[in-house]
């Protein structure tokens, strides 16, 4: 987007923005949002922006950037009287011509994340005319991504997820949030300029054991080491699975959900989350 002057887009979202990437902004907040924007400014009258009412972010923006666009809003928190809203783990989509209803009950993907994803996508299908039984089987049949909340092994009733695409804090609270047992959390890698402090909620209630994978530990330690009883730190992931295993007990998760880019021990996060698994496993066979 940062090299986008001419690009418009007949159809755009804008699912959140967070702090994220400042350290390529000056560490200036207003820059990322112009730079996010950028999608949605060039739009004409008849062209349409989806996006996220929950985030006060995009809201502020919105009031900022003199639109052309129809804007269409979604939101798990409040019942709008246009566009999509979550009620009774029912998705809704109001326009002035009618009202849809998709039933978000028994499918694969949780968290609050992908069912934000998943209304921004029903939006875009009904604007297509997309047909509603093929809607529904793809909304039932969906399988989460590889590094995103894999949930991809299970050794003496503790759970492995694998969440190594979270490079960011907000994809860190959608992880925390999604999960209800206890959390034994590893975090950390090259810091982007990151503020931790939306974190605190969510790791004071539901984390018992942070282990700090990184070469520059210093930040993200610090900031954590009065939330966490116990908080350890590494730069080896074959040392941070076998740390987290040791404090583990039955129903514990360990999350590998970073909150932080790759960069620092890693070419990417596949590579970080493929050790993750490899070290996970080798482990169970020791």
């Known amino acids: 987007m940062d090299d986008c002057f001419h690009f ?12 994220d990437h400042l350290n390529r902004y000056n560490n200036n907040i207003e820059n990322y949002v112009n730079s996010k924007f950028r999608i949605a400014i060039f739009q004409h009258k008849n ?16 009031k900022k950037f003199l639109l052309k666009s129809i804007c269409i809003p979604f939101s798990i928190k409040k019942e709008l009287n246009f566009g999509a809203y979550l009620k009774q ?25 992908n069912v934000y994803n998943i209304m921004a996508s029903l939006i875009v299908s009904d ?8 809607i529904c089987s793809v909304i039932h049949h969906m399988t989460g991504l590889p590094h995103r909340m894999e949930k991809f092994f299970h050794m003496n009733g503790v759970l492995f997820i694998n969440d190594s695409k979270s490079t960011n804090v907000h994809s860190a609270c959608c992880a925390l949030k999604s999960l209800n047992n206890p959390i034994i959390w590893i975090a950390g890698g090259k810091d982007k300029g990151n503020d931790y402090k939306d974190l605190i909620p969510l790791v ?6 942070m282990i ?16 966490v009883n116990i908080i350890l730190e590494t730069n080896s992931m074959k040392q941070a699975v076998r740390m987290a295993y040791k404090y583990a007990s039955q129903g514990d998760s360990i999350l590998l959900s970073p909150s932080c880019s790759s ?4 070419k990417d996060y596949r590579e970080r989350g493929n050790e993750f698994k490899k070290e996970v496993k080798q482990l169970f066979y020791e």
């Open 127 to 134: 604007i297509l005319n997309v047909q509603r039984k093929s």
């Open 212 to 227: 700090c994978l990184g070469t520059h530990n210093h930040n993200i330690y610090n900031f954590f080491k009065k939330i």
């Open 263 to 266: 960069m620092d021990l890693f």
């Open 47 to 62: 062209d349409i922006l989806i996006y996220n009412y929950d985030d006060p972010i995009i809201r502020n923006g919105l």
């Open 89 to 113: 783990d029912k998705i809704y989509i109001r326009n002035k011509k009618r009202l849809s209803k998709y039933l978000l009950k028994n499918i694969s993907l949780s968290g609050d994340h």
């Open 8 to 19: 418009r887009s007949n159809i755009a979202i804008m699912l959140n923005i967070t702090r």
């Open 204 to 209: 004071s209630k539901k984390v018992k054991v």
